[in-house]
C-alpha cells in the first residue's frame, strides 16, 4: 500500500486530496516535524500500533459524547425538581391576582377617613378663599386710601395756590411790602381800596394770609422800617412817633408792634 502524507500540526494543512509531488521538500520557514512524527506513514501500520503519535484518535461511543450527556443531564435534572418540590407550590405560591387585591384593600380608606379627608380639603379651601378675599379687601383699602391722599393733597395745593383773582393779589402784595413798609391792616387797605389793588377783601385777606404762611413779611421790621422813614421827614417824640404808627390815618401798626419799632430807634 502506498504511504500517505501526513503533515505536522505545525505545518499549513494542505488541500484536499493533494498529494506531494515527486522531489518535493517542505518549506524550512514551517519549522521541525514533532520528534518521533512520520510525514510519510502506511495506515496500516498505524491502525495496528495505536500508541504512535500520529495513530488517530479513537472514535468515542455516541452515549458518552458531551452533546449527548449534557442536554441528557439537564432534563433528568428539571424532571427531579418537578417531582419533588410539585406538592409544595399550591402552597408557597399566592393565587393569581392576591397581591393586587391586598393592595387595593390597603388603598382604600373607611368611610370615617375620607369623609375626615374632605373635611380637611373643604376647610383648606375656605381658608384660602378667606385669605384672598382679605388680601384683596386690604388692596382695595389701600387703592381708596392712596386715591383720597392724592385728591387731598391736589385740593390742599389748589388751595394754596388760590383763584386766579387770590393769586394776583398776592402777588401785587409781595409788590407792595417790597417798595414800601406796610402793616397787616394797612396792606389789606391798600389791597382793597378803590385807589390800590380794588382786590375784593377775600381775595386781599387771602393774599396777607400766604404771604405770612410763605414768611413773606415780618409786620415787626415793617414797623421799624416805618418808623424810620417817618423820622427821616419829621423827627417826632416817643409817643408822637407811636401814635403816627398805630393811627389808622397813619400805618395802622398794632400797639406792640409801633413799641418795638420806638425801643428799637431807642426813644
Known amino acids: 500500500m502506498a504511504a500517505r502524507y501526513n503533515p505536522p500540526p505545525n ?18 520557514a514551517w519549522g521541525p516535524a514533532p520528534d518521533g512524527w512520520q510525514v510519510w506513514i502506511d495506515d496500516a501500520v498505524v491502525a495496528s500500533d495505536p500508541t504512535r503519535a ?12 458531551k452533546r449527548v450527556i449534557i442536554p441528557g443531564a439537564v432534563v433528568l435534572l428539571g424532571i427531579a425538581i418537578g417531582v419533588g418540590g410539585g406538592g409544595d407550590d399550591d402552597e408557597r405560591t399566592p393565587p393569581a391576582g392576591a397581591a393586587t387585591q391586598e393592595a387595593e384593600q390597603k388603598d382604600e380608606k373607611s368611610p370615617q377617613d375620607a369623609a375626615a379627608e374632605a373635611s380637611a380639603k373643604a376647610e383648606e379651601a375656605a381658608a384660602e378663599a378667606s385669605a384672598k378675599a382679605e388680601e384683596e379687601r386690604l388692596a382695595e383699602e389701600k387703592r381708596l386710601a392712596d386715591e383720597a391722599a392724592a385728591a387731598e393733597a391736589e385740593a390742599a395745593e389748589a388751595a394754596l395756590l388760590g383763584t386766579l383773582s387770590q393769586q394776583n393779589a398776592y402777588g401785587q402784595a409781595k409788590s407792595y411790602v417790597e417798595t414800601m413798609p406796610f402793616s397787616r391792616a394797612g396792606l389789606l387797605a391798600q389791597l382793597t381800596s378803590e385807589y390800590g389793588g380794588q382786590f375784593p377783601a377775600e381775595d386781599a385777606e387771602f393774599a396777607v394770609a400766604r404771604l405770612e404762611a410763605d414768611g413773606g413779611v415780618d409786620w415787626l421790621a415793617e414797623a421799624v422800617e416805618a418808623a424810620e422813614s417817618y423820622q427821616e421827614v419829621l423827627p417826632m417824640s416817643r409817643q408822637g412817633l407811636i401814635d403816627q404808627l398805630t393811627s389808622e390815618y397813619g400805618s395802622q401798626f398794632t400797639l406792640e408792634q409801633a413799641t418795638h419799632a420806638v425801643d428799637t430807634l431807642g426813644l
Not at 484518535?57 to 459524547?65: D, E, G, I, N
Open 11 to 28: 505545518w499549513p494543512a494542505p488541500p484536499a486530496g493533494w498529494t506531494p509531488p515527486a522531489g518535493w521538500q517542505p518549506d524550512p
Open 54 to 65: 500520529d495513530a488517530p484518535a479513537p472514535s468515542r461511543p455516541w452515549f458518552k459524547k
